[in-house]
């Protein structure tokens, strides 16, 4: 079993910065890929970047430029910059690993004003 932790979250005036982190703790084998969700109320559930073991990285086209996912594995640890954040960046963000098998974080909230 593996454990996600998340932290970061946050409120943020439009236009702002956080930093999203994931740490994973348990009985690890080999994660891969990590990354990171997010879910707006009414909405489902989209993907916003995620990382593979080899450093290659996805973006969801909402975040493209502005976000940044980086993964330091010797803490088996993600982290996700978010720049220039919008209003519609809002939701609760989630951790997402695969290692033989599908784990979640709990989620963090993150709020931004305009």
């Known amino acids: 079993q593996v454990q996600l932790v998340e932290s970061g979250g946050g409120l943020v005036q439009a236009g702002g910065s956080l930093r999203l982190s994931c740490a994973a703790s348990g009985t690890i084998f080999s994660i891969n890929p990590m990354g990171w969700y997010r879910q707006a109320p009414g909405k489902q559930r989209e993907l916003v970047a995620a990382i593979a073991s080899s450093g290659k990285t996805n973006y969801g086209d909402s975040v493209k430029g502005r976000f940044t996912i980086s993964r330091e594995d010797g803490k088996n640890t993600v982290y996700l910059q978010m720049n220039n954040l919008k209003p519609e960046d809002t939701a609760v963000y989630y951790c997402?690993?695969?290692?033989?098998?599908?784990?979640w974080g709990q989620g963090t909230q993150v709020t931004v004003s305009s």
């Open positions: 997402y690993a695969n290692d033989v098998g599908d784990y």
